[in-house]
């Protein structure tokens, strides 16, 4: 058994594909089969339960899984604490983030980082299916890191590290009959029509909940997975919001109204896999990400 077999099992475990893992991993099918087959004859046992249609672990795959990533990462902080001895912080970071953040410019976060650890190796993934595919995957380890807007009861199994909250707001077009109001209520909004995020996103499911807490039904009449267009639709007249108030800037041909009677608030928090120690270079990631929180979310 060596490193490489390991890193190869690992990618199709996470991939259940042996040609998607030969194609992150930049070789050819046939090399990744065989080192499985070779992993396979090592441990006299099978890995995978292999048919035309699907790939998935067998029982010993299962178990031979956390420790292969275990011994992989044991490797990597090995090699990268010889190396930085010589040469400075070196290593990967793959992170996750929503589609936009108002609170935190990672583009220039992530070029702050470039310059102060240029042989840091960072990898973006958006995720299209917000928050809650963002913290499966750092589940999963196909992230280092992530960047989410979900509670902290949402995050089992994650160590979290709370970066700033901002209230929730209601935008309504100003045509509209509450747009004169400085505020309203969940009952104000009862049988409106509403625009809102994707299911799976963070925002999407704190206000479900509080509906849903409040008993009051609610129709989401159009589902954008980008929350900077919310306002596009709600000046349409195709419905009412209720979103983070990340951007305080005016909004033309809408009225932003103060919430009341409900406790809503949206976390952005930082997620790494709890019980495994960051990586130096997460680490430092996470440490210039604290600082980095734009003016109007409450820093913590």
């Known amino acids: 058994m060596d490193s490489r077999q390991l890193e190869y099992f690992v990618a199709v475990a996470e991939e259940l594909s042996f040609t998607r893992a030969a194609q992150r991993l930049f070789t050819v099918q046939s090399t990744v089969s065989a080192a499985i087959r070779s992993l396979e004859s090592d441990l006299k046992t099978t890995l995978f339960d292999r ?3 699907q790939v998935s672990l067998s029982t010993a795959g299962q178990a031979l899984l956390p420790e292969a990533k275990a011994a992989l990462e044991a490797l990597d902080r090995a090699r990268a604490a010889v190396e930085e001895a010589s040469t400075g912080l070196r290593g990967s970071v793959r992170i996750g983030t929503m589609t936009r953040l108002g609170l935190v410019d990672l583009a220039d ?6 310059q102060r650890y240029p042989l840091v190796d960072v990898q973006v993934t958006t995720s299209p299916s917000g928050s809650s595919g963002l913290a499966d995957d750092v589940r999963h380890g196909r992230l280092d890191v992530a960047l989410v807007g979900l509670k902290r009861a949402d995050l089992a ?4 590290r709370e970066l700033a909250t901002v209230p929730f707001v209601v935008l309504v077009p100003l045509t509209h009959h509450l747009a004169e109001r400085a505020q309203v209520s969940l009952a104000d909004l009862a049988g409106e029509r509403f625009v809102d995020m994707l299911p799976g996103f963070g925002n999407r499911t704190n206000v479900d909940r509080a509906f849903d807490a409040a008993g009051l039904p609610r129709r989401v009449r159009v589902e954008v997975p980008d929350l900077t267009t919310v306002p596009e639709y709600v000046r349409a007249g195709l419905g009412v919001a209720v979103v983070p108030d990340l951007d305080p800037g005016q909004l033309p041909g809408i009225a932003r109204l103060r919430l009341t009677g409900v406790d809503l608030t949206w976390t952005l928090s930082a997620i790494t896999l709890r019980g495994r120690p960051p990586s130096r270079a997460v680490a430092a990631l996470l440490d210039l990400m604290a600082d980095s929180v734009r003016p109007g979310g409450t820093r913590f």
Do not use: M, N, W
Request: charged share 15%; hydrophobic share 45%; proline share 0%.
């Open 109 to 114: 976060l992530l070029g702050a980082f470039y």
């Open 51 to 53: 048919s035309t249609r």
């Open 157 to 160: 199994g994650l160590d979290v």
